[in-house]
């Protein structure tokens, strides 16, 4: 295990340890108002435990190998003894596992058994990232006085919300999931996933979707047939939306995400309504995606020994600015008093003729043409993704560009630097054949060598596409600078799948659709229909 724990320090870039000497007392029974049983394993050091503070970390993924590794270990070496808890219907953990329903009761129920424990030392904080983060989301604005610190990781107040927005589906990621919890208990999980790869991408293109769990999984599933059936606003979410709690709390919090993270949007807004809310909330945000345990999972470690652990003692932590960002392109960390940060102002780069992107407003110019097959859809090219078997984040789109179903509009050669931090959105006017269509917008940086590397995107769908509409795509914010000699690039195309559903073209229900028919698409850049990006750009 010592080989164990010095590599997660150096993959983790964590401080020297306190002890390597841990145990772990498996198998503790915690009781539920309902009367289910829920399993937690506690770690601590074998030798001087008494007193120490608490990391609840509540996890539906199991309580050994990689996730306690990364989790509950390095705590534990460092000051503090962790209990890792299976949630309800995970890993022993008796009752069903119903995705982000359960998770405020039993986690307030699990802090009312923690405090009252012979070993208790006085203190908790919550840590996890993803649905470990989110778990501590559920309880934050009701936790009992003993919590002094929250460090939620890559997550949000309300989770998968954002991928089932009615103007925008995002397909990849929560059936990804869905897919991967069930059959997780199973021996050999990981292998499985990965030798079930084309099932699953089969199981993307079938019609209708509300079928394509029976073709990845072999039987109908509850939570995939959800997720098609209710968009975000239904109220059938509304015991795992806790959006409207987030203003009502006030242990102090230390937020941790990726620019290239799915959640990215959703905790950012959560960190704002703290911020606003007059707290003093902790932000940072690196060039990760979502998968990157060692990279944003180091960084919350180190927040939990920094900012959580000196919360729990009573202190405050080392003083230094609330925000801090990696500025990609820039390639260097920098500290900021607040998300947005000020002095970044919206900068109109406007689509023109021949592929042009510039400030000055356009002239006269016909629209630009093309189509969109949703039998062959504009594939995802990185970017924001939840993929075994394909690179996340920043990657080249030459190929991709090249595609006659993506436009491009590029600056010319930038004759200085050009930094942008904060919210991106677009302006594109649109018309398709078809009354129904998407519009996806992608921010790109163009090397000295005409390589082109995504910054951030976004989709909206649109319901009267066959009228000149103008479609307001928000895409991720982000941090990054376009260096002198690079240009500025705009894709626009109808998708990017299999991370959003691919638009049938027909208006039907998205569990539902079994015609797919292609579209042909303008886009509009004149006088009359000023097509840009607004872009938030340092003064």
């Known amino acids: 295990m010592n080989v164990i724990s010095h590599l997660t320090q150096r993959l983790q870039h964590l401080p020297p340890p306190l002890t390597r000497d841990i145990g772990v007392e498996r198998g503790l029974r915690v009781p539920m108002r309902d009367g289910a049983v829920l399993l937690a394993d506690r770690w601590a050091p074998r030798t001087g435990r008494a007193g120490l503070p608490t990391a609840l970390v509540r996890c539906p993924y199991g309580r050994t190998g990689t996730v306690a590794e990364l989790a509950a270990r390095p705590l534990a070496e460092r000051g503090f003894q962790v209990l890792m808890q299976s949630t309800r219907g995970t890993f022993g953990s ?277 189509r969109y097959d949703p039998s062959d859809p504009t594939p995802a090219v990185g970017g924001v993704r939840m993929s075994f078997f394909e690179k996340e984040g920043s990657v080249d789109n030459t190929r991709l560009e090249a595609r006659p179903d993506v436009l491009t509009y590029t600056t010319d050669v930038l004759d200085q630097d050009v930094e942008v931090i904060g919210e991106v959105t677009a302006e594109i006017w649109f018309r398709s054949s078809l009354r129904y269509a998407d519009v996806f917008v992608r921010l790109c940086d163009v090397n000295e060598k005409g390589r082109s590397h995504n910054v951030c995107d976004g989709l909206i769908s649109l319901t009267d596409a066959d009228e000149i509409t103008c479609a307001t795509v928000t895409l991720w914010p982000t941090a990054h600078r376009f260096k002198r000699g690079h240009r500025i690039r705009i894709q626009v195309s109808s998708g990017a799948f299999p991370r959003y559903n691919r638009n049938p073209g027909t208006g039907e229900s998205r569990g539902s659709a079994v015609t797919l028919r292609a579209a042909d698409q303008q886009v509009f850049h004149s006088q009359d229909h000023p097509s840009a990006v607004i872009l938030p750009v340092a003064g």
């Open 94 to 370: 008796t009752g069903s596992f119903d995705p982000f329903r359960c998770e405020r009761e039993d986690g307030l129920d699990t802090l009312d058994w923690l405090i009252e424990q012979p070993w208790f030392g006085e203190s908790v904080i919550l840590f996890g990232g993803s649905y470990l983060g989110y778990a501590q989301w559920a309880v934050a604005d009701k936790v009992p006085p003993q919590v002094k610190a929250m460090i939620p990781g890559v997550s949000e107040s309300a989770l998968t919300l954002e991928f089932l927005r009615k103007d925008g589906f995002s397909l990849e990621v929560p059936f990804r999931w869905g897919v991967q919890v069930v059959g997780q208990e199973r021996g050999f999980a990981l292998a499985r996933t990965l030798l079930g790869e084309r099932k699953f991408r089969r199981a993307l293109r079938t019609l209708p979707l509300d079928r394509a769990d029976a073709v990845a999984l072999g039987h109908r599933n509850d939570y995939l047939q959800n997720i098609l059936a209710h968009d975000r606003d239904d109220p059938f979410w509304a015991d795992a939306d806790h959006r409207g709690r987030v203003t009502d709390i006030t242990v102090p919090a230390s937020l941790v995400g990726g620019w290239y993270d799915i959640f990215l949007p959703g905790q950012l807004r959560d960190f704002r309504v703290l911020q606003d809310a007059g707290r003093a909330p902790r932000l940072t945000v690196g060039p990760w995606p979502h998968s990157s345990p060692l990279a944003s999972g180091g960084a919350a470690i180190r927040e939990a020994l920094e900012f959580g652990l000196a919360h729990a003692h009573g202190t405050e932590p080392p003083q230094g600015a609330p925000v801090r960002l990696f500025v990609m392109g820039e390639q260097r960390w920098r500290d900021f008093e607040s998300w947005p940060p000020p002095g970044y102002e919206g900068r109109r780069f406007h689509l023109k003729s021949s592929g042009a992107l510039a400030t000055d407003p356009p002239g006269e110019s016909d629209p630009d043409h093309f």
